[in-house]
């Protein structure tokens, strides 16, 4: 017997396999760095309390291990934008995996076809009080108060959630959105951002963006690109290719455990 011919997928359903492919490969990316590199975030963050420390103490700046570590995570987010943040923070990953957990809960003991979410308004407030607890806590190490802090220190925290989104990233390694074709009312990217971005700039410069791509995955025009995405079709090659020199850089860092 001939074997039928399987039918060739609708544009929707290709959107929707891709989506999921996505989404797996964030996730067995995550799990790879949460187990190989816990501490990279508490790491790289500690060399900005160590500066604030010695400028407190009005002591000269050395390059120590921490510095390092806060050098190449910096220099890493300004070529490949906030793919840390995404992809390999620990804080970060754990904090999806609650989110993730709490959906499945919602869906099978109290049957939600939709997760709940805080409003949009509360989501952006939100964003915006974490700046002001980081200068709150610069303040104290700059004055010498950080003994404040003894027994619960928030720093590696707020520091990892206010740091590299401060940071600039160089033009080529931001998303960008092709916005003239985009179909009125759509808002489908806006729906899926993880951290509410508004996405009405064609260049996604906002430092809440922590590159997951769910906007790219779920835009039924393929509007949102970046140069590596565009060079490349398939959507895991470049997000392996930064794994491996992320993965490369934490080993010469000292971030990896098995190591």
Request: net charge positive.
């Amino acid at each position: 017997m001939e074997k039928t011919q399987a039918k060739p997928l609708t544009a929707a359903q290709q959107r929707q396999r891709d989506k999921k492919r996505r989404t797996w490969l964030r996730t067995g990316v995550q799990l790879f760095f949460f187990v190989s590199m816990p501490g990279a975030f508490v790491a790289g963050f500690s060399g900005v309390k160590q500066i604030f420390l010695h400028i407190g103490a009005g002591e000269v700046l050395s390059v120590d291990s921490f510095t390092l570590s806060l050098l190449g995570l910096c220099g890493f987010t300004l070529l490949f934008d906030r793919f840390f943040c995404g992809y390999a923070c620990a804080f970060g990953s754990l904090g999806d995996a609650v989110w993730a957990l709490s959906g499945l809960i919602q869906k099978k003991l109290f049957h939600r076809k939709k997760q709940l979410r805080l409003p949009e308004r509360a989501v952006l407030l939100g964003q915006k009080v974490k700046y002001l607890l980081l200068a709150w806590l610069v303040a104290l190490y700059v004055t010498r108060q950080e003994k404040m802090l003894t027994g619960a220190s928030p720093w590696e925290v707020f520091s990892r959630l206010t740091a590299l989104h401060l940071l600039p990233v160089l033009p080529f390694a931001r998303l960008h959105r092709q916005s003239d074709g985009c179909i009125p009312g759509c808002n489908a990217c806006k729906q899926q951002c993880p951290v509410c971005l508004k996405l009405e700039e064609t260049s996604l410069r906002s430092g809440e963006c922590i590159a997951c791509e769910a906007c790219v995955g779920t835009c039924p025009k393929q509007n949102i690109h970046r140069w590596d995405t565009t060079l490349c079709k398939r959507l895991w090659l470049p997000v392996l290719g930064k794994v491996l020199f992320f993965f490369l850089l934490g080993c010469w860092l000292g971030f990896c455990r098995f190591i």
